[in-house]
């Protein structure tokens, strides 16, 4: 099954959206990025709002077509930052805390994301990492790159890990949310091979 997102022609067993994702990852592991780029973008001094689309999956993107988080002032959020939150806590709070804030053995995300780019973020979940010699242990990430319970909803999990580090969501279980959209439903189905 094919499928154009942005311009791109996906295809295979992931849905569009992470297709897209595995195309970004792989430009940005092979082609060289500025040094700027990999550092944390400076805080923002204008009030000027971030320019975010929405697509027909009823994800939220930056201009750099990175996924972002869109949180109401009534706290009603899209379905792209609750789904991660769902999906967070059902495959990656075992290792990194409840909300992302971190544990004995594995670091804060909640933390780690406000200086971390979409591009490591996924190249860490979808490869694994290992830091060896820190405290008492090695720390290592598996690679989730064959999980689909992962895979499927990776710019989910980025974008609510993304919300907690920007502040814009609490520690709480979002009570608003955007409905989850008809193509977002397909995607799922395609990604589990359905």
Request: with cysteine.
């Amino acid at each position: 099954m094919k499928n154009t997102v942005r311009g791109w022609l996906v295809s295979g067993a992931l849905p569009a959206s992470a297709g897209v994702s595995a195309l970004i990852l792989a430009a940005a592991l092979v082609l060289p990025v500025p040094a700027l780029a990999q550092q944390a973008a400076p805080a923002a001094t204008s009030a000027e709002p971030v320019v975010k689309e929405r697509d027909d999956l009823g994800k939220y993107t930056l201009p750099d077509g990175d996924p972002t988080y869109n949180i109401q002032p009534d706290g009603t959020m899209d379905w792209y930052t609750y789904s991660g939150y769902r999906r967070y806590h059902a495959e990656c709070h075992v290792c990194h805390g409840p909300d992302g804030m971190g544990s004995t053995y594995a670091p804060a995300l909640a933390t780690s994301l406000k200086t971390l780019t979409y591009a490591q973020f996924m190249e860490t979940v979808v490869n694994g990492k290992k830091t060896v010699g820190v405290g008492t242990a090695d720390q290592v990430m598996p690679a989730f790159g064959e999980n689909k319970n992962v895979m499927c909803y990776l710019d989910d999990i980025y974008v609510y890990l993304k919300a907690r580090a920007d502040g814009a969501l609490g520690r709480e279980r979002p009570s608003k949310r955007e409905d989850k959209a008809k193509a977002y439903t397909d995607n799922e189905k395609q990604c589990f091979g359905g």
